[in-house]
């Protein structure tokens, strides 16, 4: 009775622990647990469901990154065409991700004891919160981009796969050009921007993420949109536009577009309307001869020739790669593709060069970021790596590496624990 006393007034015992928290015991429960990781698993669910309709990016967009989702009962689920209607809330990954991490710490405060008994499962759920946190963190912070390179081309950018910016470049020094660039956060429709670097004020009149456009015989009404457009391609190819919601989908290509009046001061020097090409505004000339001036529309000002375009956000990099060769491989008498591989010079901030292969699962890593060969074009002679940001890469393998030593302790620890007990038990010869 001694013992258990002395054992009880431990700072480390459960229940003085449990008497310095109490505000923890609540989260610690196992019940919260089994109810987080169910409604998980019904997120998970709504989220695979989901795909068919918006994509994966969608679906990761508007059910995992998020505190919570709206969810419509499918119409060719049994009762879809009474339940189809009912909006459901669903938790969000953001939501039941946080929960989960604070349960996880509520119970390892509260309940585990620091004993050798104990210490794997005590490491076990310790790399389980360091996997929840680094999750989130990445969710939060990671950035994918793409780069686009031809075949003996350099390229020092990158171009989001989300995201434009109305761009107007200075070109009336040829040796050397200026770019004031207006990223789509500040495309707000009836809002006048105005920079320094730029002499005139752009007022928004409207802004798009995705859109069908047409190009109408003369004459012919172009729609709201582009009604009051009197400069540039929008009135020269009879451009109409059609707002429509952005496409997620892994196929989904999205055509931003913007229409804006140039002021200098308060006269009006006109309205323009420019679209943005998925795949590079270089494109537009495949799409439609009219179109091609969509990667340049020029406008001179006080004496000064600028050009502008609606393009895809673009991040400069401190190095540049140059695309020595491509080759592709496919699977024997098929046309499904077996390898990807591009031979690069990696161009190095202080002048150096470093050649370097990029192929299917083997990436390039510099300054933080990885570079996987994403596509390829061999008739065309370009190649296209997604890039992705994530300074908390290590995260996930440190983690597992916790998980990997709490189950070894764990079970070594029983395991020479029921050995000593065979080893006292058999009987001497």
């Known amino acids: 009775m001694c013992a258990n006393s002395r054992k009880n007034k431990s700072p480390f015992s459960l229940g003085v622990r449990k008497k310095a928290f109490p505000w923890l015991v609540p989260l610690s429960s196992v019940r919260l647990t089994l109810v987080l990781l169910s409604l998980s698993m ?5 989220a695979t469901l989901e795909q068919v309709r918006i994509g994966i990016r969608g679906a990761q967009a508007e059910y995992f990154e998020s505190f919570f989702g709206i969810w419509y009962y499918p119409t060719e689920f049994w009762g879809g065409s009474f339940l189809n209607f009912i909006p459901l809330p669903i938790p969000g990954g953001y939501l039941l991700g946080g929960l989960l991490i604070l349960n996880l710490i509520a119970a390892f405060i509260t309940r585990f004891q620091m004993t050798y008994k104990k210490m ?46 109305l761009v107007f470049t200075d070109i009336t020094d040829a040796s050397e050009s200026k770019v004031v660039a207006i990223p789509e956060e500040m495309l707000e429709v009836g809002r006048t921007l105005n920079t320094p670097k730029f002499p005139l004020k752009v007022r928004v009149k409207s802004f798009g ?19 009051g457009v009197d400069r540039g391609v929008g009135v020269s190819s009879n451009l109409s536009i059609t707002p429509i919601e952005e496409d997620f989908s892994a196929e989904g290509v999205n055509f931003s577009y913007a229409v804006f009046e140039l002021l200098d001061k308060s006269e009006s020097l006109g309205t323009w309307t420019a679209v943005a090409h998925p795949a590079g505004n270089s494109r537009w000339e495949s799409i439609h ?97 997604q890039v992705i940001r994530n300074p908390s890469w290590l995260v996930p393998y440190i983690a597992c590496i916790l998980v990997s030593i709490g189950l070894l302790w764990q079970f070594s620890f029983h395991l020479i624990s029921f050995l000593r007990k065979q080893a006292k038990a058999a009987p001497a010869v």
């Open 42 to 46: 019904v997120l998970i669910f709504v």
């Open 120 to 165: 794997g499962i005590q490491i076990i759920h310790l790399g389980i919160i360091l996997l929840l946190i680094g999750q989130m963190v990445t969710q939060a912070i990671q950035v994918e981009s793409r780069m686009q390179i031809n075949k003996g081309e350099t390229s020092n950018y990158l171009e989001r796969f989300h995201g434009v910016e």
């Open 209 to 227: 993420p995705n859109c069908n456009f047409d190009l109408k015989e003369s004459g012919e009404n172009r729609g709201n949109i582009t009604a």
């Open 289 to 385: 001869p009219k179109l091609a001036g969509l990667s340049f529309q020029p406008i001179r000002y006080d004496g000064r020739l600028w050009g502008m375009e609606l393009r895809a956000k673009r991040e400069y990099l401190p190095f540049s790669i140059e695309l020595l060769g491509i080759e592709n491989e496919f699977y024997q008498g098929t046309d499904i593709p077996h390898n990807f591989e591009s031979h690069i010079n990696l161009n190095l901030e202080s002048g150096q060069k470093r050649k370097a292969l990029v192929y299917m699962n083997t990436p390039l890593r510099h300054a933080g970021k990885t570079f996987y060969q994403y596509q390829m074009n061999k008739a065309a002679d370009y190649s296209v790596f």
